[in-house]
């Protein structure tokens, strides 16, 4: 397991490469999106979900982050441990990952980078 590259991090980094602030659209401060400025679409969305939800026996909670991404990538990276099929989105175009160390930083800095360009 890698350094947890946790939401406040994830935040700070997407402040620091495309000047966005995190938007909070839903009833709880668990959840956040970020999207584009001029378009206002997103590109990730930041939930706080039950393990459960994914198939793991754990009542735990994890921060997940859904990426828009190319469908023949998102095949490859179901198989590595930490991603799964998009908890409430398109699963043909978008990918889960947890925030739990599971994922390296630069991967995961790699794949919001992707789906901010896929989102423009």
Known sequence: MSEIFGKDALFSFANEHYGIEPDYPFSDDASAVLRHPENRKWFALVMRVSKSKFGIKSDNAVDIL?????????????????????????????ITIFLDGTVPKNEICDLLDLSYDLTI
């Open 66 to 94: 859904n990426l828009k991404s190319d469908p023949i990538l998102i095949g490859s990276l179901r198989l590595k441990d930490g991603f799964f099929p998009a908890y409430h989105m398109n699963k043909e175009k978008w």
